[in-house]
């Protein structure tokens, strides 16, 4: 499977004591503190349409291995991250469930694992596994910095509410604008006038007691080429970021570049023309979205995830009584009314994860100042460093 460098795996209940992480792979010399984790974490936390839990919570990761003096040694970095609500549920009977809500983890976890009751599985299922995540990306990110890498995110629909389509812009300082925009509103759209559309939808939702989906765009910049590869279907950098935004709660769908819209388009309007800048080779446009042959080409890597609408709902939806063998409604428990905004620093983090990966795999190292110098002699796309002799050439030849 994938050659990676990195490795992460999380463990926890969502009202158990805490969520734990283990990453494994970051090299030495990074500095690395409590409150640059605390600031992804937090902004986890914030959106509209959240639900209860967010007003307990008060996510921060306590550093408990690998980072020693405020800098990573090398070793597995450790991370704990305590749920507060645990108080609330620790010693005292928890009443059984056992009508699965579809959509969810709940019947398909007591199919697999055949517990007696269905929140054996739940608990594990929780979206509250995706603090860990924002705080092993929140790592990652900081890893990234370290060679100019950043990465930003924004939603671009809620519900029927969307801002309005176009390719992925080429220009970083559009991202940048962008990212920034996000955060100045609470449901994280970088339009002004999309954003107040998509605060009255999942108003509308809440009124309605239901519950909204809708697509998260991230992107990556100043991301050296050469990143990913195309050999091996499992080095391929589009991929690997698919999968890992895929792995997110609820996203059905993942996007890169111009995705599906993009296939209705012939070839001759569905690629990024080159052209010379002096002897940089570059494009206006990045319908690839920064990815071709599966090889990072420079431009921002923009990748898009649709995430369905959350499948706790108000209004009840028919289900199945596992233990009475009859048919049931779902029962309210509490949970998001919109989860997009809040899952935009998710989406960053699993690109962020994967691209500190791929970093890594290219570059090599054991500690930050090995990778500096690999780091500065990579191959950018310029004609300088591009070797190519225009030889004739032949398959079988020897000499
Ligand atoms: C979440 C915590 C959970 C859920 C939510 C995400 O807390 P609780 O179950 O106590 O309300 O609110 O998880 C889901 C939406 C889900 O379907 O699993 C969090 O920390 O983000």
Redo the contacts with the bound molecule.
């Keep these: 499977m994938f050659t990676t460098r990195l490795r992460f795996l999380t463990a926890g209940e ?2 158990g004591p805490s969520l734990t992480g283990i990453l494994d792979g970051v090299p030495a010399g990074l500095a690395i503190d409590e409150a640059t984790i605390e600031r992804d974490l937090a902004r ?1 936390q914030k959106g509209f349409g959240g ?4 007003k307990i ?1 008060h996510d921060r990761a306590r550093i408990t291995g690998g980072v020693l003096a405020g800098r990573t040694t090398g070793a597995p970095i450790a991370l704990v991250i305590d749920n507060l ?1 645990h108080a609330a549920w620790r010693d005292r009977d928890i009443a059984a469930m056992t009508i699965p809500r579809p959509g ?1 983890a709940d019947l398909t976890g007591a199919i697999k694992y055949g517990h007696r009751e269905l929140r054996l599985s ?1 608990e594990r ?4 596994e ?2 860990m995540r924002v705080a092993v990306g929140a790592v990652c990110r900081a890893l990234l910095g370290e060679f100019g890498v950043t990465i930003g995110g924004y939603v671009t629909a809620i519900g029927e509410v969307h801002t309005l389509p176009e390719d992925p812009p080429r220009d970083d300082a559009v991202f940048v604008a962008r990212f920034a925009a996000a955060e100045s509103n609470d449901v994280r759209c970088h339009d002004p006038a999309a954003a107040a559309r998509m605060h009255t939808a999942i108003e509308a939702a809440i009124a309605a007691r239901d519950t909204l989906g809708g697509v998260i765009e991230v992107a990556a910049l100043h991301v050296p080429p050469g990143l990913g590869g195309h050999a091996q279907w499992d080095e391929r950098l589009n991929a690997r970021i698919a999968a890992a935004l895929a792995s997110i ?1 609820a996203c059905k769908g993942v996007e890169i570049g111009t995705g599906f819209a993009g296939v209705a388009r012939p070839g001759t309007r569905s690629h990024d023309e080159l052209r010379l800048d002096g002897t940089r080779i570059t494009s206006d446009t990045n319908r690839a979205g920064g990815i071709e042959g599966g090889i990072a080409n420079g431009a921002p890597i923009v990748a898009r995830a649709a995430i369905k609408a ?3 709902t108000l209004q009840p939806l028919a289900s199945v009584d596992l233990a009475a063998g009859t048919p049931a409604s779902t029962k309210y ?4 009314f919109c ?1 997009v905004p ?1 899952a935009v620093p998710i989406a960053e983090a699993m690109l962020a994860i994967v691209l500190a990966d791929a970093l890594l795999v290219k570059v090599g190292g054991d500690s930050l100042d090995e990778m500096r110098p690999r780091f500065a002699a990579l191959r950018r796309a310029d004609l300088r460093d591009l070797p190519l002799d225009a030889r004739p050439w032949r398959f079988g030849e020897t000499t």
């Design positions: 969502s009202h986890r639900g209860g839990r967010m919570e609500d969810h739940l299922a929780s979206a509250r995706t603090a709660h959350i499948a706790t428990e509490r949970s998001d989860q809040r």
